[in-house]
């Protein structure tokens, strides 16, 4: 069961939220908020793991509150503005719901969470089984180094072996564990323990060396 929270300032989006949350069955919509920063507090306790969030918010954007946000739930933005597509994937959203949206549609979106959700869980047994084409490749977590992203895919690299899957970089980072792994640039994930040294714009992994975004350097190290 996912544990969900809504998002938006208008009361009559939420009671549409509600409404399809109520017809599928693995999600657990726990609350809804009109006040922005009232969810804040409430996504602080790390115990939601879905966000359904609107964009156009009075006092806070939802653009501005899920880059505030440190872990992020998985997030489908609701939304009536079609302008903010690319900021909100650029944000790695998972989802971008059109208002109004269908149910058929809201469930589309749910099942990526569940899929994803489920994966993540297979995570904590210290391994995932990763589609590549028409198969699936069992990845020990320990083995993995880093992650690359490459267009619509990304790439799991070990010592010997590359895994090209489709799969975005918020897709990704929400499978591995965040103690385990960590987001270093826009396009890159390292394991913490393949880690041999770093400084402020570079990690090094032995032989590999990886660049540190700007936007991810203080963050990193601290």
Same mark, same amino acid.
């Given at each position: 069961?996912?544990?969900?929270?809504?998002?938006?300032d208008?009361?009559?989006?939420?009671?549409?939220?509600?409404?399809?949350?109520?017809?599928?069955?693995?999600?657990?919509?726990?609350?809804?908020?009109?006040?922005?920063?009232?969810?804040?507090?409430?996504?602080?306790?790390?115990?939601?793991?879905?966000?359904?969030?609107?964009?156009?918010?009075?006092?806070?954007?939802?653009?501005?509150?899920?880059?505030?946000?440190?872990?992020?739930?998985?997030?489908?933005?609701?939304?009536?503005?079609?302008?903010?597509?690319?900021k909100?994937f650029?944000?790695?959203?998972?989802?971008?719901?059109?208002?109004?949206?269908s149910?058929?549609?809201?469930?589309?979106?749910?099942?990526?969470?569940?899929?994803?959700?489920?994966?993540?869980?297979?995570?904590?047994?210290?391994?995932?089984?990763?589609? $590549?084409?028409?198969?699936?490749? /069992?990845l020990?977590?320990? %083995?993995l180094?880093?992650?690359?992203? *490459? +267009?619509?895919? @990304? &790439?799991?690299?070990?010592?010997?072996?590359?895994?090209?899957?489709?799969?975005?970089?918020?897709?990704?980072e929400?499978?591995?564990?965040?103690?385990?792994?960590?987001?270093?640039?826009?396009?890159?994930i390292?394991?913490?323990?393949?880690? $041999?040294?770093?400084?402020?714009? /570079?990690?090094?992994?032995? %032989?590999?060396?990886?660049?540190?975004? *700007? +936007?991810y350097? @203080? &963050?990193?190290?601290?």
């Amino acid at each position: 069961m996912l544990r969900a929270i809504a998002i938006d300032d208008e009361p009559v989006a939420l009671e549409v939220i509600r409404q399809h949350c109520r017809s599928i069955d693995f999600i657990s919509l726990e609350a809804a908020f009109t006040n922005p920063n009232e969810a804040i507090a409430w996504l602080q306790q790390g115990q939601t793991d879905l966000l359904f969030l609107d964009i156009q918010m009075p006092d806070l954007s939802g653009l501005e509150l899920l880059k505030a946000l440190q872990p992020r739930p998985f997030t489908i933005f609701t939304t009536a503005y079609s302008e903010h597509a690319v900021k909100g994937f650029e944000l790695d959203a998972l989802d971008y719901l059109l208002k109004p949206f269908s149910g058929e549609r809201f469930l589309k979106a749910c099942q990526k969470a569940k899929e994803l959700y489920e994966l993540k869980q297979s995570a904590a047994g210290k391994y995932l089984f990763i589609k $590549t084409g028409y198969e699936q490749v /069992r990845l020990n977590l320990d %083995e993995l180094i880093y992650v690359q992203s *490459a +267009g619509n895919y @990304v &790439s799991f690299f070990t010592a010997g072996q590359k895994i090209l899957s489709r799969l975005t970089m918020a897709e990704t980072e929400a499978l591995l564990p965040a103690s385990a792994f960590v987001r270093i640039h826009r396009s890159y994930i390292v394991s913490r323990k393949h880690i $041999t040294r770093m400084d402020k714009s /570079r990690v090094y992994c032995n %032989e590999v060396v990886l660049p540190v975004g *700007a +936007g991810y350097s @203080v &963050s990193f190290l601290v």
